[in-house]
T-cell receptor, first 110, second 112 residues
Framework: KQEVTQIPAALSVPEGENLVLNCSFT??????LQWFRQDPGKGLTSLLL?????REQTSGRLNASLDKSSGRSTLYIAASQPGDSATYLC?????????FGTGTSLTVIP | DGGITQSPKYLFRKEGQNVTLSCEQN?????MYWYRQDPGQGLRLIYY???????QKGDIAEGYSVSREKKESFPLTVTSAQKNPTAFYLC???????????FGNGTRLTVT
């Protein structure tokens, strides 16, 4: 069974700092890796999807990379803003279902 | 706008009662999923359906039931057999296969 781990569980940074969130998975046979953002009491909003044949995806200040051989994905956030404060989750698709990490709670301090 | 609608947003029930959570999507997605989210834990899969009139148990299906009579609807019933039903429930959908997953805004169920 796929196990997905996210480190750190919580992160607090000053506004403007660049930061990296980590996601590791145990089964390299994933078809894609998706990063989500979750605001308190809300559903998950998709940020980036990386197919297994890709190594990275970019959207604005966000860049996500995928290294299947090492079982790792990273989400890079450039020039962080207070509005980036949320919980970030990664999920890998294996077979018929997605497996989720427990998330990283990010606080960006103005 | 296309999306996934979960209702109600908040639901309160007495212990021993069954309760049904609604999930409707107008994205024309074949696959639909129900997840449970508890504080400090990742999302756990309850049930999923890849096609109408077919569904599969996820990791924590005990005490839950679903139906998939229409492509756009995937209601979840939390039965009295579920030992700890208070949680945040999320419905999601996708095109079949390794495609992006889309979520509704969730239903917070409190059972007392």
């Amino acid at each position: 069974k796929q196990e997905v781990t996210q480190i750190p569980a919580a992160l607090s940074v000053p506004e403007g700092e660049n930061l990296v969130l980590n996601c590791s998975f145990t089964d390299s046979a994933i078809y894609n890796l998706q990063w989500f953002r979750q605001d308190p009491g809300k559903g998950l909003t998709s940020l980036l999807l990386i197919q297994s044949s890709q190594r990275e995806q970019t959207s604005g200040r966000l860049n996500a990379s995928l290294d299947k051989s090492s079982g790792r994905s990273t989400l890079y956030i450039a020039a962080s803003q207070p509005g980036d404060s949320a919980t970030y989750l990664c999920a890998g698709f294996t077979g018929n279902q997605f497996y989720f990490g427990t998330g990283t709670s990010l606080t960006v301090i103005p | 706008d296309g999306g996934i609608t979960q209702s109600p947003k908040y639901l309160f029930r007495k212990e021993g009662q069954n309760v049904t959570l609604s999930c409707e999507q107008n994205l024309n997605h074949d696959a639909m999923y129900w997840y449970r989210q508890d504080p400090g834990q990742g999302l756990r899969l309850i049930y999923y359906s890849q096609i109408v009139n077919d569904f599969q148990k996820g990791d924590i299906a005990e005490g839950y039931s679903v139906s998939r009579e229409k492509k756009e609807s995937f209601p979840l019933t939390v039965t009295s057999a579920q030992k700890n039903p208070t949680a945040f429930y999320l419905c999601a959908s996708s095109i079949r296969g390794p495609k992006p997953l889309h979520f509704g805004n969730g239903t917070r169920l409190t059972v007392t």
